[in-house]
């Protein structure tokens, strides 16, 4: 199978900030290409339950959950070179074994892998795009959420968290269009096993509060 192509997806955002740290620099050079996700055989070695978070920033809940569940099989995509060198920092401290790393754009993962592959989705404060302008460039759309039903087991979740009301709104909206899955529990609950991540920190010191939305696949 060839393997799909960035090209016709358009990115938006930064790829990269700040000069990375020189143990950084070793460990994208070193460490990365062992970890990194072929699109070609994206599941290749990877046995058991699956989880995928797209977009983990810094690695803090993907390195996290990767350590509490270590019989648990993780892709974490990212496409910001700096995050990206933090998790693997994170990889390396904690000795995660249960780690694959996707650093480019999510979607032609998402075209890759197969059907009923993961049991868990995480998008976790995504980029809200708040013009409305570029609504169009958020992450929940119709061709995502098809994608994500398409690689989650029946009765696999998808899970959404987010300060920003109106994502939240557009999340529900575009689920609720989508029709193949159905939301439960208490949205003002963080997730089992959860860890507050900076995004998270920023948005309750700003005086935001955040919602974690559960789907679950019909």
């Known amino acids: 199978m060839s393997e799909p192509s960035e090209k016709r997806f358009q990115f938006y955002g930064r790829r990269k ?21 072929g699109l070609a055989d994206p599941l290749s070695g990877m046995g058991g339950q699956r989880w995928l978070e797209i977009g983990f920033g810094g690695g803090e ?54 059907a009923a592959s993961f049991e868990r989705i995480y998008l976790l404060y995504p ?8 609504n169009k460039r958020r992450f929940v759309s119709p061709e995502n ?14 899970l959404f968290a987010s300060d920003i009301e109106d994502y939240v709104a557009w999340t529900r909206e575009h689920v609720a269009e989508h029709g193949g899955f159905a939301e439960e529990g208490d949205p003002s609950e963080p997730y089992e096993n959860w860890i507050e991540t900076r995004y998270e920190a920023k948005a309750r010191r700003e005086g935001r509060g955040s919602a974690y939305l559960r789907f679950r696949k019909d």
């Not at 998790?87 to 979607?107: C, F, G, S, T």
């Not at 959420?145 to 998808?158: D, M």
């Open 145 to 158: 959420l098809a994608h994500f039903h398409r690689i989650l087991k029946p009765g696999g979740l998808f």
């Open 127 to 134: 980029d809200p795009w708040p013009k409305a302008r570029h």
């Open 17 to 37: 900030g700040k000069s990375l740290r020189r143990h950084h620099s070793e460990l994208m050079d070193q460490l990365l290409p062992h970890l990194r996700v």
């Open 61 to 114: 809940h993907l390195a996290h959950q990767a350590e509490l569940h270590p019989d648990v099989s993780f892709i974490g995509a990212e496409p910001f070179v700096n995050g990206v060198a933090k998790m693997l920092a994170l990889v390396e401290e904690k000795n995660l074994a249960n780690v694959r790393i996707h650093d480019a754009d999510a979607r032609p993962l998402l075209e890759a892998l197969p």
